[in-house]
Structures are given as structure tokens and as C-alpha cells.
């Protein structure tokens, strides 16, 4: 049973910078596409960037240019570097993988906020 564990959530003003971090169990991280999506309040859930076991990418346009996914296979993780950070980012921000089925991790909060 694949589990996902997100990290590096937390306040920071507009126009600073996060990184997020997703730490996966199991075997065979590698061959899996992982994902970011976000939450905010009163909103369903969006995709905000992908990649995939060969490291290509795919992102929202909304933040296209201030946000980028990578992964390190070796430590079965997925990080997403934010910068430039707007209010409008302000969300729960969730780990994801379709094995068989969709895993979620338990999401870690981003607030954006001066």
C-alpha cells in the first residue's frame, strides 16, 4: 500500500517562495506519474503540475512561469518549488498517484498572505 506524506506547507508573503516536498512508501516510485493539486475554500479540487516517470511536465497556466515540479527517484519524493507566490495560490496543496486507483496524501496548507 503505496502512502504519500506532504511536507513544506506555510505563510509566506507575496512574491516569496515555497517548496513542498512529497515523500512516498512503497516500491517502484519511479515508474508512477505524480502530481500536485490544490484545494482552496469553496472550490473544487484542481491539477496544478504532473510529471512522469520519464520527468516530463505539465503545469496549469496559472502558474506556469512561478512553479515547478521534479522528482528524486533515489528518495521516492516529489517536490514542487513555488515563487512568486499570489493570495489567489492560498489552497491545500495534495500529493497524488493513480495506482489502481487514486492515492492522496493528507495535504499540507499554503497561505499567501501580507
Known amino acids: 500500500q503505496v502512502q504519500l506524506v506532504e511536507s513544506g506547507g506555510g505563510l509566506v508573503q507575496p512574491g516569496g517562495s515555497l517548496r513542498l516536498s512529497c515523500a512516498a512508501s512503497?516500491?517502484?516510485?519511479?515508474?508512477?506519474?505524480m502530481g500536485w493539486y490544490r484545494q482552496a475554500p469553496g472550490k473544487q479540487r484542481e491539477l496544478v503540475a504532473q510529471?512522469?516517470?520519464?520527468?516530463?511536465?505539465n503545469y496549469a497556466d496559472s502558474v506556469k512561469g512561478r512553479f515547478t515540479i521534479s522528482r528524486d527517484n533515489a528518495k521516492n519524493t516529489v517536490y514542487l518549488q513555488m515563487n512568486s507566490l499570489r493570495p489567489e495560490d492560498t489552497a491545500v496543496y495534495y500529493c497524488?498517484?493513480?495506482?489502481?486507483?487514486?492515492?492522496w496524501g493528507q495535504g499540507t496548507q499554503v497561505t499567501v498572505s501580507s
Open positions: 497524488h498517484v493513480d495506482i489502481l486507483g487514486s492515492i
Open positions: 512503497g516500491s517502484m516510485f519511479s515508474i508512477y506519474t
Open positions: 510529471i512522469t516517470s520519464g520527468s516530463s511536465t
